[in-house]
C-alpha cells in the first residue's frame, strides 16, 4: 500500500471552504486559485462546486457555481475564461472576453481583468502570473499535454512572444492525482519516455505489477511538470505547489480516476484585477 498524500499546510496557501488560494500574490493584485467541491448547489455525483455541466449536470447550477466561486474571489463570473479542453497543445491568447468558447489547453491573458480557467478532475491544472507584465495563464497539464510539453510552449511563448524574464514568472501547481493513485500502462510510458526520457524518475512501482514486469508505472505528473519549469530557468522559490491528490481527497476534489466520468469538475482560475479595483 502506497503513503497517501493528504493535505498539507503551507504558510503560502490559504484554504477555505471553496478554494485554495496562493496568498503570496494578493499582493501584485493577482488571483491564483484552485476550487475544492464544497459550497456550492449541485447535488448527487456532483455535489457541490462543479464547474462543467458537459457530464450530466444542470447547466443553472454551474453557472450559479461559477458565480459563488467568483464572488468568493472578488471577480465577475463572466470575465473568468474557459476552453473547450481538447488534451492537445494548442495555446489561446486573448486580450478581452472571446465571443465564443474556444478550443485548446491553455489561456494567455495579456490584459488585468482578464480570468484564464482550466477545468480537471486529475489532470495538473498550472497557473502562470508575471507580475511585471500583468501576464497571466492558465495550463491544463495531463499526460497528454505533458508529452506535448504544452507547460514548456506556454513558458517559451510568455518569454518569447511577450518579452515576460524568467526570474518574473511565477508558478502554481494545482491539486492533480498524484503518485500515490496514479497507475498508468505502456499507452502513457512508451510516448512519455520517447518525449521526455528524464520523466523516468518521476515514476514508481505499480501496485498491480508486483513482479516490476514495468508494463505498469505510478507516474508523477506534478513532479514531471515541476521538473520542467526549474529545466527552463524558472527560479524554484517561485514555483508553488498544492501537493493534493485528487483522488485522495473525496472531500474537497473530484477524481475522474475515483468517481468515473460521471462526477464534477474542479476549476483552477487565475489573472490581475483591473487596476483601481
Ligand atoms: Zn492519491
Redesign the pocket.
Known sequence: M?A??LLQANNNIKFTTEACILKTVESYGAIIAFSFRNGGCSSGPYESLNFSSAYGDKRTCVTRNLRIFSDHLGIESSQIITLNQEHGDTIVIVDQIPGTTLAGDAIIAVNSGLYPSIKTADCLPILIIDPVKKISAAIHAGWRGTVLRITRKVVLTLVNDFKCNYESIIVALGPA??????EVDQTVLKPLFSEIPWAEKFTAQADTDPQQFLTKRRLDLVAINHQELINLGIFPENIHVVKM?????RDKLFSYRRDGVISGRNIAVTGFRPVGV
Open positions: 502506497t497517501k498524500i492525482i498524484g503518485l500515490c493513485c496514479y491528490c485528487t483522488s485522495c481527497n
